[in-house]
């Protein structure tokens, strides 16, 4: 499986971005995907995570109500719409695909997860 994502980019803060997330390769409905960031000097956190068909789905605080997540099966992508977008939101996203039995659960150890090469947010104040 292979994980991309794009739409990254420079916004002023209270400004809105769309992350996207294209899987190729080996893909099934069983899959979850994750969006995960990385501030510098920071630990990696989970952002959001949705199971292909939408029934399973969670976000992190800092994400709620102000990130949502959809799925365009069709074209095999994930997207990732955030608003509001504050500071602390800038860092590395990642795209992640796993077959876990809830999405929370992508990047555990003890299952196979695929990673995207990341894109950058920058969010000014």
């Known amino acids: 499986v292979q994980v991309e994502e794009s739409g990254g980019g420079l916004v002023q803060a209270g400004g809105s971005l769309r992350l996207s997330c294209t899987a190729s390769?080996?893909?099934?409905?069983?899959?979850?995907w994750g969006w995960f960031r990385q501030a510098p000097g920071k630990a990696r956190e989970g952002v959001s995570c949705?199971?292909?068909?939408?029934?399973?789905?969670y976000y992190a605080n800092s994400a709620k109500g102000r990130f949502t997540m959809s799925i365009d099966n069709a074209k095999n992508t994930m997207y990732l719409q955030m608003n509001s977008l504050e500071a602390d939101d800038t860092a590395t996203y990642y795209c992640?695909?796993?077959?876990?039995?809830?999405?929370?659960?992508?990047?555990?150890?003890?299952?196979?997860?695929?990673w995207g090469q990341g894109t950058q947010v920058t969010v000014s104040s």
């Open positions: 992640a695909a796993a077959r876990v039995p809830v999405c929370r659960l992508i990047g555990n150890n003890g299952y196979t997860t695929y």
């Open positions: 390769g080996t893909t099934s409905d069983d899959y979850h």
């Open positions: 949705i199971s292909w068909s939408g029934d399973d789905a």
